[in-house]
């Protein structure tokens, strides 16, 4: 679950300035986002809980924030790259069963 988690955040942020540039269509590119971001956070909050589905979906809004101006800096898509390899990293380390989250008494095995 931890690998879909990521792999979808990063996913979310590529297609969704992908369809927004392809289509001229930044709202069309808005709603990619916000779905493929609410489908991430449901299955990150039913996995690891509600503390870092937040810590989450405010680090990849901020990583969203940031690569605009990165954009002007590195290109565009460089920096839409960069922050959604950023982000899945972030999301894939947050990822943590509730349980392992909870206790924090598992092993690193389990974790993995």
């Known amino acids: 679950m931890r690998t879909r988690i990521s792999i979808l955040t990063a996913a979310t942020l590529i ?3 992908a369809i927004a540039s392809l289509t001229g269509n930044r709202a069309l590119g808005g709603v ?15 996995f690891a809980g509600v503390r870092r589905t937040i810590a989450v979906v ?19 898509w460089p920096s839409v790259f960069t922050v ?3 982000g899945a990293a ?13 206790t924090g008494s598992a092993s690193v095995e389990e974790r993995v």
């Open 15 to 17: 297609v969704g300035f």
């Open 32 to 46: 990619v986002l916000v779905a493929g971001g609410a489908l991430s956070a449901w299955w990150m909050y039913q």
């Open 58 to 76: 405010v680090i990849v809004f901020g990583l969203f924030v940031l690569s605009h101006p990165l954009g002007h800096l590195i290109g565009a």
């Open 84 to 86: 959604a390899a950023i």
């Open 90 to 102: 972030i999301a894939y380390s947050l990822a943590v069963p509730k349980s392992t989250a909870d």
